[in-house]
């Protein structure tokens, strides 16, 4: 596998190196095809274990280190960008073996990228529903446990309700953030960068982001959350701030580096602040960080 076959002159050796790619697409089928069995199989075992949730087959983070492994390996002319489509594809190929479920994603007429996102990451057959705002994305979510929405980044200020304040806290029925899409980025790639959200809890990967979800009484500066934020032990970034009308309490959505877990004791030191500045802070999901490559896909 993966050795180098030099250029024969002549039919004959042009005959025989393509019977070599012949063999080798049947091994890839047959290879496939028992995965698809796998996959089916693993979707009786979890059928016939503990009572579960439907989205309970996705699995973002196992999906996030199937794809690192894979671009770490590759060698060679294949790009990085053909790997992740093949085993998105594949992946989801085998999620549907394992649970019927549907996409739906934010679509009118000056916003198709996230459509395009849904078919990249979920797969080119994937059933996907436009809606007109973010805000109806995540309403399908939250009627349909098994569905995956596709959303826009958060605004860094956000009038009235947005989007991400609806989604659930870490262990809490409801749709949270699973994944950052694209998984393959480029710095200077201009390609849609969206999120997914669906019922399903973050799980670590090593290399991670995790959005925290912050009610902050009022009057409490930027300032003086990111000081608070910091001294409890967070590395976090402010990503959007959402005021309410009158000055009443605002939420802000942070992205901590790293996986944190619903328990993690730095929650607790905030939410137990004595001026109760922070009223709530909750991880609503987050992300296996993606991976940057060159727009080539010669270096993952």
């Given at each position: 596998?993966?050795?180098?076959?030099?250029?024969?002159?002549?039919?004959?050796?042009?005959?025989?190196?393509?019977?070599?790619?012949d063999?080798?697409?049947?091994?890839?089928?047959?290879?496939l095809v028992h995965r698809a069995d796998i996959s089916v199989a693993i979707a009786k075992v979890k059928q016939g274990s503990a009572p579960r949730v439907k989205a309970s087959a996705f699995r973002p983070a196992r999906e996030a280190l199937i794809l690192r492994r894979l671009l770490a390996r590759r060698r060679g002319n294949l790009p990085a960008t053909?790997?992740?489509?093949?085993?998105?594809?594949?992946?989801?190929?085998?999620?549907?073996?394992?649970?019927n479920f549907a996409v739906h994603a934010l679509a009118d007429d000056t916003q198709r990228g996230f459509l395009d996102?849904?078919?990249?990451?979920?797969?080119?057959?994937?059933?996907?529903?436009?809606?007109?705002?973010?805000?109806?994305?995540?309403?399908?979510?939250?009627?349909?446990?098994?569905?995956?929405?596709?959303?826009?980044?958060?605004?860094a200020e956000e009038a009235g309700l947005p989007w991400w304040s609806r989604l659930a806290p870490a262990g809490q029925p409801g749709p949270r953030i699973i994944a950052k899409l694209p998984f393959l980025t480029d710095e200077d790639d201009s390609q849609t960068n969206g999120l997914a959200i669906a019922a399903v809890e973050q799980e670590p990967t090593g290399d991670d982001t995790?959005?925290?979800?912050?009610?902050t009484a009022p009057g409490l500066s930027r300032?003086?959350?990111?000081?608070?934020?910091?001294?409890?032990?967070?590395?976090?970034?402010?990503?959007?701030?959402?005021r309410a009308a009158g000055g009443g309490n605002s939420q802000v959505l942070l992205a901590a580096q790293g996986f944190v877990a619903g328990n993690d004791p730095r929650l607790a030191?905030?939410?137990?602040?004595?001026?109760?500045?922070?009223?709530?802070?909750?991880?609503?999901?987050?992300f296996a960080n993606p991976v940057?490559?060159?727009i080539s896909g010669k270096a993952p």
């Open positions: 596998m993966g050795q180098d076959f030099q250029q024969t002159d002549g039919p004959k050796g042009l005959d025989g190196l393509r019977a070599k790619i063999a080798i697409d049947d091994a890839l089928l047959d290879l053909v790997v992740v489509r093949i085993w998105r594809e594949i992946i989801a190929a085998s999620l549907h073996a394992q649970d996102l849904a078919h990249a990451y979920f797969g080119a057959q994937t059933l996907v529903r436009t809606h007109a705002r973010a805000s109806l994305v995540v309403t399908a979510c939250n009627e349909e446990p098994n569905a995956i929405g596709i959303v826009p980044l958060p605004q995790t959005y925290l979800r912050v009610e300032g003086t959350l990111n000081t608070m934020i910091n001294e409890a032990g967070f590395e976090a970034r402010f990503v959007s701030a959402s030191v905030l939410r137990a602040n004595d001026d109760d500045a922070i009223l709530h802070i909750d991880p609503v999901g987050g940057l490559t060159k």
